[in-house]
């Protein structure tokens, strides 16, 4: 009876978005509050249904409800409880209702913590995610549907996938969706700002918070799902330029620049035309990620001619909206009038710059991403773009991009001086310089590239550093006042510090990868090995007994000098119900750096292959993007204040404004 | 009880739409919080020059903008309405809608006569079934030759679907108990199935050795019958099952399957393996390396699957040196019922590994058993 | 599940079944080279050759027995004295194009390659013909800062 009344749950959910994609959009249109006023019910209304629907399928995964085929396909009563949940979205049914079940979550904390946004921008809003949230709904059931039901229930399941049984896929697609999806509401309010034809500074305002909050989630989504395929691949790569992950990279590459745009249309009220533009193609890139994930298109180009149910219906969606939108974006984007102006050396003009690069970047990645997938479906020729193409074409837009990184935080709204701001900089681009010389003088004949990657790196995290301590002491002043000044300084002007900084130390950890040291052998138990500055030995082969497989496990000491600094376990799975084989790489974090270990085949006189890698500061890479998102989240916290104030604002007239205006966050640095 | 469930949330779906239409609200003005926000950043102007982000040239310019900001957004507060009126008729018709789509599409998706089957319930909550396996398998490692065990064991790996399990666990115990006529045709079975239900020459032994004791073991010649259609041999096959059929005792569990297949006889490809009539429905347990795939939609696996033979044939055209590869290739077409394809891969095989006895050996096995020499 | 796709589905799993092959590993040690030289010289050529049977993997990275083929041969070759670009246009001209990862400049992949170029172009020219003068803003009129003022003194709201 649960699962049915889930079942119908989203039926009915269905039937309120169709509804919320109407009323909400007809009254902003005709500006009757009425209509506008089923907005926020209808939203909320449709998150708890799609909300009931998602609980009722994961309890059927938790209670092993084999007369679910979608339960049956990816749960084995063995299974763990936490993998047993992760398992809902471990599958396409299940993952398109969370993409949906988030969906509806972004339009009801819309609904829910939007009151300061004006109910016709709201109404609009929430209206075009109405008609998002009906496609994919329609999607579901027609297509997809989580709830479809096997009459004989068998008695025993067929697992989850093992390589998806870990903890990563726990907590890496719930993550990627809150910001692949996120920014569907960014779009929305995109759209209704075409539809009611309001787009100022105060539009702005109320579409960076969701920004930032998106941007943060797939920002850890995507490191996540790195360090997920780092650990489990066992090939110690982290970035493969896989077109699923340009799938979610590309929405990231254009979000960023949407998050630096909003904020100078907020600030200055400049760039309207752009930033429209870079909120739809942000969520259409989202929609494109989906589509391409989610049809079966990158198996082959022929797999998805031969069944072309989900990926058409899916390509219908895709057509309609980057298709309606943009139209919307032609007919309307002319009438917006000009913002305000700026000189090309100013804050805005660094941001332009960013935005330039960060979009080429993007056109390089979806260009590489979809190009062999159109060749063969034009000529019939294959023709494969990979990771040495990325990394060659990628690569080079990066550096003009990361290289100004520092240089727009400290020059002015307007019109700056870049004299002035090359004067502030030159301490961090010294040190920069120096550690690359240094790095290259000692490392000589070893690698180019990471030296000169490690200096940039460093120039970026002191630039961010110098950018704070020039802002909180301008010039020589006493303490306490400097400490008055921190107080007095927005949060998002240490978020944006804190985010560049991240970035610094991400990119320290990728150039560190060209010093790492791999040794592939068939290792001797008790006989160590060297690597790098350790040494391995594999003190002895377990057998053991899983939950739901059986594992061999090679014992290993770490070494250093002869003294045991960590002990690994890397293990060869079996897994019975598929008969898979799954390596699980051993792995300890000494200092900033990585020791890797994963096993191969063992033979009869009693060695075994292993694959082994130190790789210095390989954990940089990913802490580097927790600070980015750390600094997302501490930008975000300014502007729940400044959304507070715009409540508080509204106070009834009479009270008396207060003697002299408090120094307040400025959302826009 | 289901029905009850739906009718109380649809109320509640109802209740959403409706009432914001039966019950307008005055809204407060939009305008309002743009006022203050504009008003904040202009406060702003002074520190954001003390700050260093705005040259205090540009600061006056800055404040006529922000200004004329200000004006525009003290121009639209109040121009919204108070409030509307109630909108009877839309909250009718949409009303109306919201049942019609929940209604209509429920009724082409939905199954509200089936019931929940958490595993808790079917195992009626008594022993944890995979603890009790774990158990006797624990036992079974440490005394092989224990018969009970060995007994309870074989018939359970067959229902898990770990028929390769199953097998040997047959055999195990045709070796400690001693055959019957039975085991020997379950051991077959597993082999069978172990196979995807290609009936190999270890099965049809088996299945013949069962049959010399006891000739009416349906299980058995059912199988009997299936590795006729094998070799090619539809007449027999359809011989061998309609006899079965005909001593069927009324009520027999088997009787419509094998009627089943004989109606398939003419239309289904030759290959196609069937469950056997007293295997349940529990699937083929999946190899390693394929699993992948497996995990796809039927409809994508043919796809996948296809895409796989065609590698696998474009790769031994280039390269005929892989005997495992020729076996699976040749076992793969005749599985997809592509008899011609099959035969001439066969050829391409035998002329690759001219000269490679034991290959060749186990090339003519194969066509035997598949049924491919004519 | 029909009795037509619950056949279908027994005829896939058959299949797999007969193309079922053990798992191997990426590289092996069995497969490296004595010499360090010409086994870097394997390493850099693998990591930039497909995996043909396999989803955007190298053949360095993939564990498909068909990788560890490749990997032999380019191994093989590098030991009879072949140059780099000698293995590599032998692999071309038995697999195609699809087997670089780093697709040649050809007529069909011209745009792909002037991708990264073609965008910045674009959109610099679109900026530069947009460009507006910073020229000074216009001060607010006597009126218009009469109403600014009012606003801010008046009550918040």
């Known amino acids: 009876m649960i699962v049915e009344t889930g079942h119908f749950a989203l039926v009915l959910a269905l039937a309120l978005a169709l509804v919320q994609s109407v009323l909400p959009l007809w009254g902003s249109v005709r500006r009757d509050p009425t209509l506008m006023g089923t907005a926020v019910p209808v939203s909320l209304g449709q998150l708890a249904l799609v909300a009931y629907a998602f609980a009722c399928l994961a309890e059927a995964h938790v209670a092993a409800d084999f007369s679910l085929r979608n339960v049956v396909e ?364 240094v790095l290259l003088a000692v490392t000589r004949g070893g690698p180019v590239l990471a030296p000169l990657g490690a200096g940039l790196a460093v120039y970026i995290v002191l630039g961010a550093a110098t950018d704070v301590a020039l802002r909180l002491r301008p010039r020589p002043m006493p303490v306490r006042a400097v400490l008055e000044r921190a107080r007095g300084l927005p949060r998002s002007a240490y978020g944006t510090a804190l985010a560049h900084a991240g970035l610094g130390v991400t990119l320290l950890g990728l150039a560190a990868t060209g010093w790492g040291v791999e040794r592939i052998a068939a290792v001797t138990p008790g006989q160590p090995v060297e690597l790098g500055p350790y040494d391995l030995v594999v003190t002895g082969l377990q057998p053991r007994i899983g939950p739901n497989y059986a594992e061999t496990v090679a014992e290993t000491e770490v070494r250093r000098g002869g003294r045991v600094v960590a002990r690994i376990a890397p293990a060869k799975r079996v897994f019975a119900a598929r008969r898979q084989t799954v390596a699980e790489a051993g792995i300890v974090t000494l200092g900033l750096g990585q020791v890797y270990v994963s096993l191969g085949d063992q033979h009869a006189d009693g060695t075994i292959d292993a694959r082994m890698f130190w790789k210095p500061l390989v954990s940089l890479i990913w802490c580097g993007a927790l600070v980015m998102a750390l600094g997302g989240l501490l930008s975000l916290s300014d502007r729940r204040l400044r959304i507070g104030l715009a409540v508080r604002g509204s106070r009834p007239a009479g009270s008396p404004p207060p003697a002299r205006p408090p120094v307040l966050p400025s959302p826009a640095e | 009880m289901v029905w009850f469930a739906f009718a109380l949330m649809t109320a509640a779906a109802l209740l959403c739409v409706a009432w914001p239409l039966l019950h307008p609200r005055r809204r407060r003005a939009a305008g309002a919080s743009d006022v203050a926000f504009y008003r904040d950043q202009l406060a702003e102007l002074d520190a954001d020059v003390d700050r260093g982000i705005l040259q205090p040239a540009d600061a006056e310019a800055t404040r006529a903008e922000l200004g004329r900001r200000l004006i525009r957004a003290a121009d639209v507060t109040g121009a919204e309405p108070p409030a509307g009126p109630r909108r009877v008729a839309v909250a009718l018709a949409a009303g109306v809608a919201v049942l019609a789509v929940a209604g209509g599409v429920y009724a082409d998706v939905g199954r509200p006569d089936l019931p929940d089957a958490p595993l808790a319930a079917r195992r ?251 | 599940m029909s009795a037509r796709a619950a056949a279908a589905r027994a005829a896939g799993l058959a299949l797999l079944a007969a193309l079922a092959v ?33 989803q955007n993997q190298s053949i360095d990275d993939s564990a498909a027995p068909l990788a560890r083929d490749l990997r032999l041969i380019v191994r093989e070759h590098l030991k009879s004295g072949d140059s780099d670009d000698a293995i590599r246009a032998y692999l071309v001209r038995r697999y195609g194009d699809f087997v670089l990862l780093k697709p040649p400049l050809a007529p069909a992949t011209l745009l792909l390659w002037a991708t990264p170029g073609l965008a910045l172009l674009l959109g610099g020219a679109t900026l530069l013909a947009r460009r507006r003068p910073p020229g000074a803003s216009r001060p607010l009129t006597p009126d218009e800062q009469a109403r600014v003022d009012a606003l801010l003194a008046g009550p918040r709201g």
């Open chain 1, 74 to 437: 990816n749960t084995h009563s063995t299974q763990p409880l936490v993998y047993k949940i992760a398992g809902v979205w471990g599958n396409h049914e299940g993952s398109m209702l969370l993409w949906v079940l988030i969906l509806a979550l972004f339009g009801g904390l819309v609904a829910l913590f939007g009151p300061g946004i004006p109910i016709v921008l709201r109404a609009a809003t929430l209206g075009v995610q109405g008609w998002i949230a009906s496609a994919f709904l329609l999607f579901i059931l027609l297509t997809s549907d989580p709830f479809a039901r096997v009459v004989d229930p068998p008695m025993e399941g067929q697992d989850l996938n093992p390589i998806l049984q870990d903890i990563g896929l726990a907590i890496h697609p719930p993550l990627l969706y809150l910001g692949y999806v996120g920014f569907s509401i960014v779009f929305s309010f995109a759209a209704a700002a075409l539809i009611t034809g309001r787009v100022d500074a105060g539009w702005a305002r109320f579409v960076r918070p969701w920004a930032l909050l998106a941007w943060t989630f797939l920002t850890l989504g995507i490191a996540m799902g790195s360090y997920w395929a780092y650990y489990t691949l066992g090939w110690g790569g982290f970035w493969f330029w896989d077109p699923v992950e340009n799938a979610s990279l590309m929405p990231w590459l254009a979000g960023t620049a949407l998050l630096h745009c909003t904020s100078v249309m907020e600030k200055r009220e400049a760039l309207k035309v752009w930033t429209i533009f870079l909120a739809i193609v942000t969520f259409s890139l989202s929609l494109l990620g989906t589509f391409l994930v989610r049809s079966g298109v990158l198996t082959s180009v022929h797999s998805f001619a031969s069944d072309p149910t989900r990926g058409t219906f899916i390509l219908l969606i895709l057509a309609v909206f980057i298709g309606g939108s943009f139209a919307l974006y032609a007919w309307r984007a002319p009438m917006l009038r000009a913002g305000g102006l700026f000189a090309p050396v100013s804050r805005e003009g660094a941001l332009v710059w960013n935005n330039l690069f960060l979009s080429a970047a993007c056109a390089t990645v979806l260009v590489g991403t979809l190009y062999p997938l159109a060749l063969e479906a034009l000529t019939g020729q294959k023709i494969s773009v990979g990771a040495p193409f990325f990394n060659l074409t990628f690569g080079p837009l990066l550096v003009p991009l990361l290289l100004v990184v520092p240089v727009g935080p400290s020059l002015a709204w307007k019109r700056g001086d870049l004299l002035g701001a090359a004067q502030r900089l030159t301490a961090a681009a010294g040190i920069g310089l120096l550690v690359a010389v």
């Open chain 2, 124 to 374: 009626d909550g008594t022993t944890d079934f995979a603890a009790a396996i774990a158990k006797i398998e624990a036992h079974l490692a440490a005394d092989p030759d224990d018969g009970r065990g060995l007994a309870v064991m074989a018939p359970i790996y067959m229902k898990m679907g770990r028929f390769g399990d199953a097998a040997r666990t047959y055999r195990d115990l045709i070796r400690v108990v001693g055959p019957t006529a039975e085991r020997r045709a379950a051991l077959g079975q597993a082999l069978a199935m172990a196979a995807d239900g290609v009936v190999t020459a270890e099965a049809r032994e088996a299945f013949d050795a069962a049959l010399k004791e006891d000739p009416a073991l349906p299980q058995a010649r059912f199988f009997q019958g299936l590795a006729a259609l094998q070799d090619g041999d539809k007449a027999k096959a359809r011989a061998v099952w309609m006899a079965l059929v005909a001593e069927a005792p009324p009520g027999a569990p088997y009787a419509d399957t094998v009627r089943r297949r004989i109606a398939g006889l003419d239309g289904a490809p030759v290959g196609a393996p069937a469950p056997a009539p007293s295997a349940a429905a529990a699937e083929p347990a999946m190899p390693a390396g394929a699993a992948a795939v497996a995990a796809l939609p039927a409809d994508r696996q043919r796809v996948a699957i296809r895409g796989m033979v065609d590698g696998l044939a474009a790769r031994l055209a280039e390269d005929g040196q892989d005997a495992d590869g020729w076996l699976r290739l040749v076992r793969a077409y005749r599985v997809l019922g592509e008899d011609d394809k099959a035969v001439k891969a066969l050829a391409d095989a035998r002329r690759s590994m001219s000269g490679n006895a034991p290959v060749l050996g186990r090339l003519d096995r194969l066509a035997h058993e598949l049924g491919l020499e004519s």
């Open chain 3, 22 to 54: 053990t798992p191997a590993r990426s590289v092996e040690p069995d497969e490296i080279l004595s010499d360090p030289a010409l086994e870097a010289r394997a390493r850099s050529i693998s990591e930039e050759l497909r995996c043909l049977v396999c």
